[in-house]
């Protein structure tokens, strides 16, 4: 079955700094990688997903690349905000099957 | 539109006893999942029903946790003779379809088992 890795699992930066979390995942047949934000007592919330057939997405202060030979993806965050602070969870999936998600990160983002 | 909810938000119960965490989710979705999260920690999958197909079981920790699926809507997942390690959030989460789409997640249950 899958196994989603993600590190670090806590990480500190700068307000205005950048944020970079990785994932990796084993099962090649995973075509979908979304990112969720989990705030204190909050539900996950998707902040970004990207497909296999791309390598490549962003949205405003958020991206996300996907290199499928190396089996990894990583979520950037550029100008950091105290509010990005939260936990951020990868997780993959393949057509049809349960997501399998990474054990979490927790950013904190200091002013 | 509605989102994904949960119920009770809260849940506390003696160990032994079973308990009941309903989920409804975002009318139209097909897919439902249930996770478990403890304080700090991931997410972990317990179980996920996809349309009329059988569910997939395969993260249910022990014959003491089952769920069903109602007509394709409403879940319900039973924890009988519950132990203080089930002490933790139970996420329900839907997805519009089979494929890999936005998976929204409700409020949770957060049990704790005394």
């Known amino acids: 079955g899958e196994n989603v890795e993600q590190h670090p699992s806590t990480l500190s930066v700068q307000e205005g700094d950048s944020a970079v979390i990785k994932c990796t995942y084993s099962d090649s047949a995973s075509n979908y990688f979304p990112w969720y934000k989990q705030e204190l007592g909050k539900r996950p919330q998707l902040i970004i997903d990207?497909?296999?057939?791309?390598g490549e997405k962003k949205d405003q202060r958020i991206a996300v690349t996907l290199n499928k030979t190396a089996k990894h993806f990583s979520l950037h965050i550029t100008e950091t905000q105290p509010e990005d602070s939260a936990v951020y969870f990868c997780a993959a999936r393949s057509y049809g099957q349960n997501f399998v998600f990474g054990p979490g990160t927790r950013l904190s983002v200091l002013p | 539109g509605a989102g994904v909810s949960q119920s009770p938000s809260n849940k506390v119960t003696e160990k032994g006893k079973d308990v009941e965490l309903r989920c409804d989710p975002i009318?139209?979705?097909?897919?439902l999942y249930w996770y478990r999260q403890s304080l700090g920690q991931g997410l972990e999958f317990l179980i996920y029903?996809?349309?009329?197909?059988?569910?997939?079981k395969s993260g249910l920790p022990s014959d003491r946790f089952s769920a069903e699926r109602t007509g394709g809507s409403v879940s319900t997942l039973t924890i009988q003779r519950t132990q203080q390690e089930d002490s933790a959030v139970y996420l329900c989460a839907s997805t519009a379809r089979t494929g890999g789409n936005e998976q929204f997640f409700g409020p949770g249950t957060r049990l704790t088992v005394l």
């Open positions: 990207i497909r296999s057939n791309v």
């Open positions: 029903f996809q349309g009329n197909s059988a569910p997939d």
């Open positions: 009318s139209g979705h097909t897919a």
